[in-house]
């Protein structure tokens, strides 16, 4: 028996139906796939690309002046974004020229010192080391050196003041 018209015309509507529905559904499967690209990792900090200021005290630093300093640049660190600000001191049987390098192996932008060993130990390095770190001292005695900022200990009771001083601006 032959089928009639009518039959192949649904065997074919039915035919045509499939195989829309199957391209339909590959489209669809294809577009709604995760891309095979990897992508990159979301930093888990950007420590390594931030403005750094290390703060450095020795055994001779005036605890007052350092506590007073510290608030200060606590103070002053708050209206930067992404400034890393560190404390540190250097121990007593270590030479401070050997801190202050380590300190700008460490990536410190700014470092800040302060009393009368650090103050001697940043002239005699800021002469030689530091091309890209800028040296604050705090000291009743200035430094003479390329590439450092004196301030007096009252000058650095300012948060202003040292924020001019660690940007490098009057």
């Known amino acids: 028996m032959r089928p009639t018209i009518t039959r192949r015309i649904a065997a074919l509507t039915t035919a045509a139906t499939l195989v829309l529905g199957a391209g ?6 294809t577009i709604n ?3 095979d690209t990897p992508r990159p990792p979301s930093p888990v900090s950007m420590i390594d690309t931030e403005h750094r200021a290390c703060f450095l005290t020795a055994a001779d630093t005036d605890p007052q002046t ?3 300093t510290w608030t200060s640049l606590t103070a002053a660190a708050k209206s930067w974004h992404g400034l890393l600000l560190q404390r ?4 007593t049987a270590t030479k401070p020229t050997a801190y202050l390098t380590t300190l700008t192996q460490m990536r410190c932008n700014v470092i800040i ?8 130990a940043t002239a005699a390095d800021a ?4 091309t890209n770190t800028h040296l604050v001292v705090i000291d009743s005695h200035p430094v003479n050196a390329p590439g450092v900022t004196n301030l007096t200990p009252a000058q ?3 948060p202003t003041t040292l924020n001019h001083a ?3 601006t009057p």
């Open 166 to 168: 660690l940007t490098g």
């Open 156 to 158: 650095a009771k300012n």
């Open 113 to 120: 010192t302060i009393g009368d060993q650090l103050r001697n």
């Open 33 to 35: 796939r995760p891309s």
């Open 88 to 91: 540190f001191t250097v121990p």
């Open 24 to 29: 339909t559904w590959v489209v669809i499967a």
């Open 127 to 130: 002469e030689t080391n530091h």
């Open 66 to 68: 350092a506590t007073a």
